[in-house]
């Protein structure tokens, strides 16, 4: 029998037909999401202060967070860290900065007190961009931005292709060894949902680090933005970063 | 391991960064995308643009796509923490990512350009050879005539305006293909190294560069193994296209370098830093001087002096060789070269490739490896020389 293409494209648009449903019912199998029952996301639109002023880089918050997050022990995972700049004669834009085992065993001695330099701790963590860049290229939406302002990730659906790691400018990304997948702060989303601060803000001794609801208006947080000079990170990159920072030294990066 | 990383670092870097993200796996993939890009521009040359003179390459060019194209995926999939979900990708794409239109483009390309492009020019040879055939090798020449098996005058006639038609989309295709793998890195402005707006460009006529290179080196070895005598005006225009689109290709970057070096932005000494002492060897020297310079200097000779015909094959193969190195290190230095430094541009680390691991030395060879196999196969079963000597004519 002599098949023509007439009868070819037919035939090929029969398998389509039959193969389309089958590629919808898969995509419906998995989607699903979990829903705290007494939480309300639209009441709510989380951030977080750091008050460099306050911060002694005891390394609390980096233990809080590792115990409390299963964040791997090795030197290189780190969902929240704490660096140390050291900057000769007070301004510089090549500020020395350190930060053994990310803070999380404290900061040993090295600056004299009285030297001719300042230094000072900058507590980092994921800053929960309203645009941010991370969420922008995941391929398949394994991360994403809740309506309550957390960047959270799908670790049963992400890919492990680390694209979102490339694209974060804050390096707040790693690849979990266990799982293959990524993590980074979620800012507890597990604790603030059932009306708890995040482990490294209860951690914080001195309340440099504050979890913040800017959609609750009497959070003291509106106070406080009205009455210090704030800095987000690299504000360059326009990611809206929700992590405010009081007294933010410029050599920061 | 732990010990090791760390030591490689040097200056500041953030803690999640000590731990590169993309190995040698991600290097092949622009380098073997952009292979298969450039064979095809080749091949559509004499398809489109009629140049007759590079016709004995047009099958091998093209079946060369076909082998890389099949490969490019793969040190992809290799590299993913989750392969078995890769699927996703394409269930559910997430619209806002550069790197999920992946699939789709190489998709597009792959079943709408390259295999039906291949099957219209082989089909009347298909048909004829699944007539002749048995076993099954036979039955292989059936399913792949599709069941399709007219090949009348007019019937071949239409086969040949269509090709040209997919031939014509092809093109552009060819550049979304490649084009699209440096918006990939062009696109993350996190990362100055990688964020400009023509690396999409660059990565598109370096990707013709390293393609046609790719097919002028793949016909004399074939021409080599089966004894045929090169057809010198087809190598010689190749060579001249080579010459033209490195030229294009090499302005374009050096273009960029000025920009940068000129402008010095926050990122610049950071950058500058390390392409003098890390990417020293792989950048300087592999990719400028011996992978750019000099074959553009033995090209641009050929052109401006006569030469004898065993000279200029010489010469081909040198520069040709030369380009395909100086090709692959760009990607080098782009993929790896881009994790090297902290983007705090406060430090530097070091890419220590492994060996015999899921991202070492050993699965990049094999995959490099890889697309020759399949290729070799390809030409086993639709020979690409079969109307040579009509052609040379």
Known sequence: MTIGRREFLIGAGKLLIVTAPAAAY??????????????????????????????????????????????????????????????????????E????????????????????????????????????????????????????????????YCLGCRYCVQACPYGCRYIHPQTNTVDKCNLCYHRITKGLTTACCEACPTGARQLVDLKNPKDPVHEYLRTHKIQVLKPQMATGAKVYYNGLDGSVR | MQESLLQAVQGYMYPNEIELQWSILIVLYPFTTGLVAGAFILASLERVFNVQAVKPTYRLALLTALAFLLVAPLPLQLHLGHPE?????????????????????????????????????????????????????????????????NISEGSLKVDDRVGRFITIIGIPSAFLLHGYVGFIFGSIKANPWWSTPVMPIVFLFSAIVSGIALVLLMYMATCFLKGIEIDMPCVDTIARYLLYAFLIDFSIELMDLIHRIYEADESFQSLDFMVHTRLYTSQILIQIVFGTIVPIGFLAFTQLVKLSEGARKGIYVLAGTLTLIGIFAMRWNVVIGGQLFSKSFLGYTTYKMAFATKEGLLPAIVLLLLPFVILWGLVKLLPPWHEEPAANA
């Open chain 1, 26 to 95: 898969l995509e419906a199998m998995a989607a699903g999401t979990e829903i705290e029952p007494a939480y309300k996301m639209a009441d709510h639109y989380w951030g977080m202060i750091v008050d460099i002023e306050k911060c002694i880089g005891c390394g609390n918050c980096v233990r809080a967070d590792k115990a409390e997050n299963g964040v791997p022990m090795e030197p290189f995972y780190f969902r929240t860290w704490v660096e140390r700049y050291h900057i000769e004669g007070g301004w510089s834009e090549h500020p």
């Open chain 1, 97 to 156: 900065v350190d930060s053994p085992n990310g803070g999380y065993d404290g900061f040993p001695e090295k600056y004299a007190v009285g030297d001719a330099g300042k230094s000072f701790f900058v507590p980092k963590l994921c800053n929960q961009c309203a645009h941010s860049p991370c969420t922008q290229v995941c391929p398949v939406g394994a991360t994403f931005e809740t309506p309550d302002g957390a960047v959270l990730v799908d670790k049963t």
């Open chain 2, 85 to 149: 979900r890769s699927l996703e990708m394409y269930l559910t794409p997430h619209t806002t990512s550069a790197m999920a239109m992946f699939g789709f483009i190489y998709l597009w390309y792959l079943m709408a350009v390259l295999l039906v492009e291949i099957w219209l020019d082989y089909r009347k040879e298909i048909v004829l050879l699944s007539r002749s055939t048995t076993g099954w090798i036979g039955k292989i020449y059936k399913v792949l005539t599709l069941g399709v098996d």
